[in-house]
């Protein structure tokens, strides 16, 4: 059973920047694409971003990119997410999550099987 773990959100203002970790517990975090995730209140959980297991690759959400940078460090079982420039809708509880053992990291959550207990990340306007 692997666990994730987020680090604490956080509340900042319109353009503000936050940064979010994901520590996961086990030894396959290195073997497996890994991907954050967001709900925000009335709404479906959504797809934020994404990163391969060995980092080769990611991919973001529109909503998101060129504001975003998702990275990992396998040797720490760590994945981060830097928020840049935020805004009121990014609002939301993150989700960090784990896919199949060396499977394409992908924005489907179907696919990923294990998943964090989230953080709030609130931006006030």
């Known amino acids: 059973q692997v666990h994730l773990v987020e680090s604490e959100g956080g509340s900042v203002q319109a353009g503000g920047s936050l940064r979010l970790s994901c520590i996961a517990s086990g030894q396959t975090f290195s073997r497996v694409p890994t991907g954050w995730f967001r709900q925000a209140p009335g709404k479906e959980r959504e797809f934020v971003a994404n990163i391969g297991w060995d980092a080769s690759s990611t991919d973001y959400a529109h909503s998101v990119k060129g504001r975003f940078a998702i990275s990992r460090d396998n040797a720490k079982n760590t994945m981060y997410l830097q928020m840049n420039s935020l805004k009121p809708e990014d609002t939301a509880v993150y989700y960090c999550?784990?896919?199949?053992?060396?499977?394409?990291?992908?924005?489907?959550?179907?696919?990923?099987?294990?998943w964090g207990q989230g953080t709030q990340v609130a931006v006030s306007s």
């Open positions: 999550a784990e896919g199949y053992q060396f499977s394409r990291p992908t924005a489907l959550r179907e696919r990923y099987v294990y």
